[in-house]
């Protein structure tokens, strides 16, 4: 059978192409009063705007020319083993381990205990809880694979354009890792956004790959439409103020998978920077400082100049890259930059 999924990906990159070449030779533009407006107009009068497109496309066009990269791959890999694809796929995940009764039970009651147990019997809990266990080890597990197809068949990004990087002003911003990393990624986060909560664990193994060659940094960004979100940003600013070797474990708790949805509620914010050890008063008084308050906006404002449009977005050394995203594409930008 063939794989369509590799064909119809390989259509959008053959599209995707000959649209950017086609707009070499005759470039969109648009005519006011006899008067012509081209895209170096565009770039005069709106160059934020303008870059954030262009590095929107770019990023697009590599993602889907590692997604033909990594069918190619395992093409190959199935080929080598006298397998389909499909086989090969059926295979890797055959072996992939179930669930212990441990793991389960440590979940149930993660669940139970922060209030978010679903309604049914224990036993279909246990059911929903051992396919979740297993969807994860298998993403898990998948990441690791294609990042062993990759050194096994000399996997590398060559991209000759110049490469569009933003200068993130970073100074005075919580980090952690190497001050003096080669590689520095800015995260724009809202505390109170799933997917950036989801984003931590691939952000965690990033660290842990790269280890003192990465400086972490960061920055604020909460979402209007987040109720919770601007008193929990300014709660993390008050503990970095007053417990600035406490901000680092502030950042995991609210981050943390098994978090309540009552943890960004402010008595709770208040509960939590006191355990930290934020001076009760202290914290009342910080709540309510606009020097504060007028930094996270500041925050807002630079990421928006920058392209950011929702969270998270990363900054690798000033190369945005948008969304909840799979570790891969982390390191497809990291190996450049070492």
Known sequence: MKNYKYLNTAIIIT???????CSKSNTPHVVVDGTKITVSDLKESSLDQYNQIETEYNNKLISLLNEVAVQKMMEKEAKSKDMDVKSYMQDFYSKIPSPTIDEINEV?????????????????????????????????????????LKKKYNYKVVDSREIKRAEVDIK??????????????VEFSDYECPFCQRAQKVSAQVRAKYGDKIKWVFKDFPLDFHQNAMAAHIAGNCVFQHKPEQYWKFFDII?????????????????????????????????????????????ISQGSKLGVTGTPAFFINGRLLSGA?????????????L
């Open 108 to 148: 149930y009651k993660s669940l139970q205990s922060s209030g978010r147990l679903p309604q049914g019997s224990k036993e279909d809990l246990n059911m929903q809880i051992s396919e979740y266990l297993k969807r994860e080890k298998a993403n898990e597990l998948i990441q690791e694979e294609i990042g062993r």
């Open 15 to 21: 599209l995707t192409l000959s649209l950017f070449q």
């Open 255 to 299: 981050f943390s998978e098994d978090r309540s949805p009552e943890t960004l509620m402010e008595k709770n914010l208040e509960q939590l920077a006191v355990s930290l050890g934020v001076n009760q008063s202290t914290f009342k008084q910080c709540m309510t400082d606009e020097s504060i308050i007028n930094e996270i906006k500041e925050d």
């Open 172 to 185: 005075g911003e919580p980090f952690r890792g190497n001050p003096e990393g080669k590689v520095v990624i």
């Open 325 to 337: 995203l799979p570790l891969p594409e982390f390191e497809a930008i990291i190996d450049q930059e």
